[in-house]
Structures are given as C-alpha cells and as structure tokens.
C-alpha cells in the first residue's frame, strides 16, 4: 500500500552555475517532524535525513530521488539501515519523492518544475 500524505511543487533555476530554489516544504517537514516526535528516543534523528533532501534540492543534479524515513520505537532509519533491519521492523516507512520536469534551456538558464511527495509506504522497493 503506497498512500499520498502530501504533495508540493515548485521551481528550480540554474543560472551561470547558481541555483535558485523556490518550493514551501514545510507542509512535508511538518509531516515528518510530528511522526519522529512519537519515537520514544532519537527523533531528532528524523533531521539528518531531511537535511539530505535539502542538499539534493539545492544543488544543481536533477535526477529524480527518493529519500526513506522509516520510524521506530528508538529512532528515524534511513534506506540502508531499513534495508538491514527489514520492513517489519518500523511502525511506518516514509517515502519523500522528487521528480524535475525541465521547461526551459538557454544554455546559460536552466528551468525546472519540482514535484514533491510524501507517501507512506509497506515496504521499500526491491533495490537495484
């Protein structure tokens, strides 16, 4: 079962090697700040993995990503250490999807959309 928690867009500009970003995440963070808030330690764990998709939306990559959240008892996992434990182990697995959709290339400017997901899901996708 994947289930859309929330969904958000916005627009990405490289110019001259600048990146300019302009997405409202704050609805996603929340999301994922109120589930780590029910961990009874280490929810600040929850930061480092959002932190990750901060730096991934404010460079200058645009391939698609997934970052994973699964939540414990003690503590916020990302995709390695869910992968170890197995899906079984967390009381729910988060999924934050970023998908770019170019719309303008002057060579010097690069345009994107930005949508962005949050889904819970059952468990994570086989890896490859």
């Given at each position: 079962?994947?289930?859309?928690v929330?969904?958000?867009?916005?627009?990405?500009?490289i110019?001259?090697?600048?990146?300019?970003?302009?997405?409202?995440?704050?609805?996603?963070?929340t999301?994922?700040?109120?589930?780590?808030?029910?961990?009874?330690?280490?929810?600040?764990?929850?930061?480092?993995?959002?932190?990750?998709v901060?730096?991934?939306?404010?460079?200058?990559?645009?391939?698609?990503?997934t970052?994973?959240?699964?939540?414990?008892?003690?503590?916020v996992?990302?995709?390695?250490f869910?992968?170890?434990r197995?899906?079984?182990?967390?009381?729910?697995?988060?999924?934050?999807?970023?998908?770019?959709?170019?719309?303008?290339?002057?060579g010097?400017?690069k345009?994107?959309?930005?949508?962005?997901d949050l889904s819970?899901?059952?468990?994570?996708?086989?890896?490859?």
């Amino acid at each position: 079962m994947n289930k859309t928690v929330d969904e958000v867009q916005g627009q990405l500009i490289i110019r001259g090697g600048e990146v300019s970003l302009n997405i409202n995440m704050s609805s996603i963070w929340t999301a994922l700040i109120k589930e780590a808030a029910k961990c009874e330690s280490y929810a600040s764990d929850v930061l480092i993995d959002i932190d990750t998709v901060r730096m991934k939306l404010k460079s200058d990559n645009t391939d698609d990503f997934t970052q994973y959240f699964g939540f414990r008892t003690n503590g916020v996992d990302h995709e390695e250490f869910i992968r170890n434990r197995g899906s079984d182990a967390y009381r729910k697995i988060m999924a934050v999807h970023v998908a770019y959709e170019k719309y303008g290339d002057t060579g010097y400017e690069k345009c994107y959309f930005i949508s962005v997901d949050l889904s819970e899901i059952d468990r994570l996708p086989k890896a490859v």
